[in-house]
């Protein structure tokens, strides 16, 4: 509603993109998806790219996202790979290799474009995909029903349940995030995250991040930390947290260190006072913008 049109969201703000999209997790595409009506304003002339090599010009628009759209929308003789065709292909054709390394990549592609049906890609691709969904499921598949058992490699050498193989994953990488939610006469001071890092370009309170859990006192005794207050006073009222908070490769376990502050503060590094009021217009990561809604100001 907000945005009916392609120009219509192309001239909009990152920051209300954002904060319509907050809450919802994986803000690099709501990023992307501004940046793609932009270049479709900017340089397809207002209209949606017809061409696999078109539609790879659109940020966040990678070769799955672009086959399934050229050979569902176009009828374009382009193979799509996703999970479950992974899984059909991997297992009917008896591949152990990792799907999710270079090699694995490229020979899959090559499999699914061996296999695709030039006359008809989109309900080919559809039907792959569904089949890997309802038939060739990751735990409990069909294989007494299925009608591709006697030439499926894995079902005649009993290796259904190992394939697709993935290399082996990195353990989550584990963070704290101390927050220092200064309490200013009804406001709050707030900065914006501009580092090649999750929630970029969202909103956050000052941050301390340390290698592990801290107390208040080790806190207080951070060069950071006495440098964001630059020597003016604060009086600690409370501590939220840790909460944790799961990101596909990371663990974040979230403090909200809390204190009163005095007229005339001013904490040091790239952050503004705001009400609370605006505060809630802001775009936060979804943990943060938990605690806001949480607290009775």
């Given at each position: 509603?907000?945005?009916?049109?392609?120009?219509?969201?192309?001239?909009?703000?990152?920051?209300?993109?954002?904060k319509?999209?907050?809450?919802?997790?994986?803000?690099?595409r709501?990023?992307?998806?501004l940046?793609?009506?932009?270049?479709?304003?900017?340089?397809?002339?207002?209209?949606?790219?017809?061409?696999?090599?078109?539609?790879?010009?659109?940020?966040?628009?990678?070769?799955?996202?672009?086959?399934?759209i050229?050979?569902f929308?176009?009828?374009?003789?382009?193979?799509?790979?996703?999970?479950?065709v992974?899984r059909?292909?991997?297992?009917?054709?008896?591949?152990?290799?990792p799907?999710?390394?270079?090699?694995?990549?490229?020979?899959?592609?090559?499999?699914a474009d061996a296999?695709?049906?030039?006359?008809?890609?989109?309900?080919?691709?559809?039907t792959?995909m569904?089949f890997?969904a309802?038939?060739?499921?990751?735990?409990?598949?069909?294989?007494?029903?299925?009608?591709?058992?006697?030439r499926c490699k894995?079902h005649?050498?009993?290796?259904?349940?190992?394939?697709p193989?993935?290399?082996?994953?990195a353990?989550?990488?584990?963070r704290?995030?101390?927050?220092?939610?200064?309490h200013d006469?009804?406001?709050?001071?707030?900065?914006?995250?501009?580092?090649?890092d999750?929630?970029?370009?969202?909103?956050?309170?000052?941050?301390?991040?340390s290698?592990?859990?801290?107390?208040r006192?080790a806190?207080?005794?951070?060069?950071a930390?006495?440098?964001?207050?630059?020597g003016?006073?604060a009086?600690?009222?409370?501590?939220?947290?840790?909460?944790?908070?799961?990101?596909s490769?990371?663990?974040?376990l979230?403090?909200?260190?809390?204190?009163?502050?005095?007229?005339?503060?001013?904490?040091?590094?790239?952050?503004?006072?705001?009400?609370?009021?605006t505060?809630?217009?802001?775009?936060?990561?979804r943990?943060l913008q938990?605690?806001?809604?949480?607290?009775?100001?």
């Open positions: 509603e907000r945005f009916p049109t392609v120009q219509a969201l192309a001239t909009a703000s990152e920051d209300e993109v954002l319509l999209w907050e809450g919802l997790g994986y803000y690099s709501a990023r992307n998806l940046e793609a009506a932009r270049t479709i304003v900017r340089e397809h002339g207002g209209r949606f790219p017809r061409s696999y090599e078109g539609l790879l010009t659109l940020k966040g628009v990678g070769p799955y996202t672009a086959a399934a050229a050979s929308a176009y009828g374009l003789p382009h193979a799509v790979l996703d999970g479950n992974f059909v292909l991997a297992r009917f054709c008896g591949v152990d290799l799907i999710d390394s270079s090699r694995g990549k490229k020979h899959f592609q090559q499999l296999f695709l049906d030039p006359a008809d890609p989109g309900a080919y691709n559809q792959l569904n890997g309802t038939w060739c499921t990751p735990q409990n598949p069909r294989c007494r029903q299925c009608p591709l058992a006697p894995a005649q050498e009993g290796s259904v349940l190992q394939l193989r993935k290399s082996k994953s353990p989550k990488r584990q704290h995030f101390h927050y220092l939610v200064f006469d009804g406001a709050l001071w707030v900065g914006k995250r501009t580092d090649r999750i929630w970029k370009h969202l909103h956050e309170f000052p941050l301390i991040e290698p592990r859990p801290l107390t006192p806190l207080q005794a951070l060069p930390f006495r440098h964001i207050l630059g003016q006073p009086r600690f009222l409370q501590k939220a947290g840790p909460l944790r908070h799961v990101l490769h990371q663990l974040l979230l403090n909200f260190w809390e204190w009163e502050v005095q007229e005339g503060f001013v904490p040091k590094g790239p952050y503004r006072k705001v009400s609370v009021e505060a809630g217009g802001l775009a936060f990561p943990p938990r605690f806001l809604q949480r607290k009775s100001w």
